[in-house]
T-cell receptor, first 113, second 113 residues
Framework: GEDVEQSLFLSVREGDSSVINCTYT??????LYWYKQEPGAGLQLLTY?????DMKQDQRLTVLLNKKDKHLSLRIADTQTGDSAIYFC?????????????FGAGTQVVVTP | GAVVSQHPSWVICKSGTSVKIECRSL??????MFWYRQFPKQSLMLMAT?????????EQGVEKDKFLINHASLTLSTLTVTSAHPEDSSFYIC?????????FGPGTRLTVL
C-alpha cells in the first residue's frame, strides 16, 4: 500500500475553505510538500514545510504539521473554481536535500459554484 | 520559477516499437532528473533517478532494459520505452532538481496500440 495516504475526493463550495489531509509514515522525513495537478498537466509545487515547523501560511494556503501523529493538512481559504484539481502530498525520502519524493494517491478537489 | 519541458506531449505508437521522451530544463542546469509514471487516478510512481554523466538508478521492479534512460547533458534527460506494449500506456512525468527545489514537466501521454 501507499506510504503516504490521502482521502481521494473532496467537494467544496466556492468561497468556502477546503481542508485536505494526509498521513505519512517516515518519521525522519525532513520536508513535506503539497503539489497541485490540473487535468493533463504536470505537477505544480504549491508549498512545502520543514519538519521543525508546525504551521506555514502563504496567502490563501495554510499547512499544518503534526509530527507526533505524522499528519499533514492543507487548508485553502476562499476556495475558487480554479482550485479544482488533484492535490498530492509528498514526503522527501533519502538523505540529501531535494532527493526522491514519495507521493500520496492524490485528493481530487471539486469546487462547485 | 524554473521551467521543465517534455517532448512530445503525447504519442501514439504501435506495439513493438520504441518511443523516446525528452525532458529538458530550460533555464537551469540539472545534475539530477527523475522519471515518474502515473496511472489514471493514481499517484506518481518513481521509476528512476537520472544523474548527468552516469547510469540511472532504477527503482525496484522497473525494468532497466525496457526503460532506457540517458542523461547526456545538464539540461536533457531522455526516457526510451523499448518494444512498447499496451501495458506501457501511461502518463510519464519528469522532474529536474535545482538546488532548492524540484520542478516538474507537463508530462507525456503514451498510448500503445
Amino acid at each position: 500500500g501507499e506510504d503516504v495516504e490521502q482521502s481521494l475526493f473532496l467537494s467544496v463550495r466556492e468561497g468556502d475553505s477546503s481542508v485536505i489531509n494526509c498521513t505519512y509514515t517516515d518519521s525522519s522525513s525532513t520536508y513535506l510538500y503539497w503539489y497541485k495537478q490540473e487535468p493533463g498537466a504536470g505537477l505544480q509545487l504549491l508549498t512545502y514545510i520543514f519538519s521543525n515547523m508546525d504551521m506555514k501560511q502563504d496567502q490563501r494556503l495554510t499547512v499544518l504539521l503534526n509530527k507526533k501523529d505524522k499528519h499533514l493538512s492543507l487548508r485553502i481559504a476562499d476556495t475558487q473554481t480554479g482550485d479544482s484539481a488533484i492535490y498530492f502530498c509528498a514526503e522527501k525520502v533519502g538523505t540529501d536535500s531535494w532527493g526522491k519524493l514519495q507521493f500520496g494517491a492524490g485528493t481530487q478537489v471539486v469546487v462547485t459554484p | 520559477g524554473a521551467v521543465v519541458s517534455q517532448h512530445p506531449s503525447w504519442v501514439i505508437c504501435k506495439s513493438g516499437t520504441s518511443v523516446k521522451i525528452e525532458c529538458r530544463s530550460l533555464d537551469f542546469q540539472a545534475t539530477t532528473m527523475f522519471w515518474y509514471r502515473q496511472f489514471p487516478k493514481q499517484s506518481l510512481m518513481l521509476m528512476a533517478t537520472s544523474n548527468e554523466g552516469s547510469k540511472a538508478t532504477y527503482e525496484q521492479g522497473v525494468e532497466k532494459d525496457k526503460f532506457l534512460i540517458n542523461h547526456a547533458s545538464l539540461t536533457l534527460s531522455t526516457l526510451t520505452v523499448t518494444s512498447a506494449h499496451p501495458e506501457d500506456s501511461s502518463f510519464y512525468i519528469c522532474s529536474a532538481r535545482e538546488p532548492d527545489e524540484q520542478f516538474f514537466g507537463p508530462g507525456t501521454r503514451l498510448t500503445v496500440l
